[in-house]
């Protein structure tokens, strides 16, 4: 098996092969202490939903799901969304980039966002959106990476200690 990470879009039936991987993925990133949607300690029932609903949507919308692979475990996963109205087709949204804590620090959410946007252009967009905790070290990776600040909104998330968080917007358009 090959040390060099391996990325893949996976299809639905992959992801259910993936699924415990994918809970994993999850509960070390909320358990982290990321925004990534759901409070510490992450309750099993909440993320089997969660990955239920990222399947159907997998299913029902078209929502892209690339995973990253080390030595055959997944470390890492991003989600892409094209906008479902007809005036925003050109448009995609990119959510829940998670990198495990083991395998953080070495690369892997630049390769998937990389990944993630040659798809996107072959998709055919031309603008992706995203938005992260103000002060993570997400905001000043996607700045690194070109993303452009749109704006902050205050009081978007709740944080592990119960207080209100804002929110970095970020856009990047696709030339
Ligand atoms: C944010 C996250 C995805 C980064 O994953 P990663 O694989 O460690 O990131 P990479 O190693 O690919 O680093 C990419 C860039 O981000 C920066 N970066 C990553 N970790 C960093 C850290 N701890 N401190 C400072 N900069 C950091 C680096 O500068 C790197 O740029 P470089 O390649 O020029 O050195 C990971 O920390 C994570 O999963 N966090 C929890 C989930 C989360 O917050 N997701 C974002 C939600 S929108």
Known sequence: ??????????????AA?????????????????????????????????YWSSVDAAMEHTGRRLLGLWVVGELAGS???????????????EVM??????????????????SAMEGEA?????????LDTLQGDVAEGMYRKLGWQEAGVIPRFARVANGELHATVVFYRILE
């Open 121 to 129: 252009r072959r998709m055919g967009l031309e603008l992706l959106v």
């Open 17 to 49: 092969r993936e699924r415990e991987a994918l809970i994993a993925l999850l509960a070390d990133s909320v358990d982290s202490g990321a925004s990534v949607g759901f409070l510490p300690p992450l309750d099993r029932a909440e993320a089997e939903a």
């Open 1 to 14: 098996m090959t040390a060099e990470p391996t990325l893949a879009w996976m299809d639905r039936g992959q």
């Open 78 to 92: 991003i989600q892409l969304q094209r906008a479902e109205y007809p005036n925003g087709r050109h448009r995609g």
């Open 96 to 113: 829940k980039l998670i990198v495990h804590r083991r395998f953080r620090g070495r690369g892997c959410a630049r390769m998937l966002m």
